[in-house]
């Protein structure tokens, strides 16, 4: 159980660097966080390795590099579909 709470922490965590390196983190809420640093750490993992120090079973540098690539997509597709 305890190791859930963490994994979700850490996501908020990489979420919100994620959203502050890309200056859209301002406007998404923590649910938005957790859930974009939790993707981009699969997605991370995925397409660059996992490599470089680890926080609850997460590569940070991809990780972070994963939810910038989540949180930017997001935002692009937000803004292209959400103005009907």
């Keep these: 159980?305890?190791?859930l709470i963490?994994?979700?922490?850490?996501?908020?965590?990489i979420g919100a660097i994620g959203g502050a390196?890309?200056?859209k983190g301002a406007s998404m809420g923590w649910i938005a966080n957790?859930?974009?640093g939790l993707v981009g750490s699969w997605?991370?993992?995925?397409?660059?390795?996992?490599?470089g120090p680890h926080m609850a079973g997460m590569a940070i540098f991809p990780s972070i590099i994963g939810a910038v690539?989540?949180?930017v997509v997001v935002s692009w597709l937000v803004?292209?579909?959400?103005?009907?």
């Excluded at 963490?6 to 965590?13: K, N, R, S």
């Excluded at 803004?79 to 009907?84: L, S």
Aim: glycine share 12%; net charge neutral; proline share 0%.
């Design 69 to 71: 690539v989540v949180v």
């Design 6 to 13: 963490w994994e979700l922490i850490i996501g908020a965590v």
């Design 21 to 23: 390196l890309t200056s």
């Design 34 to 36: 957790i859930a974009a």
């Design 79 to 84: 803004a292209k579909f959400g103005n009907n």
């Design 43 to 51: 997605l991370g993992e995925k397409l660059l390795g996992s490599w």
């Design 1 to 3: 159980m305890f190791s």
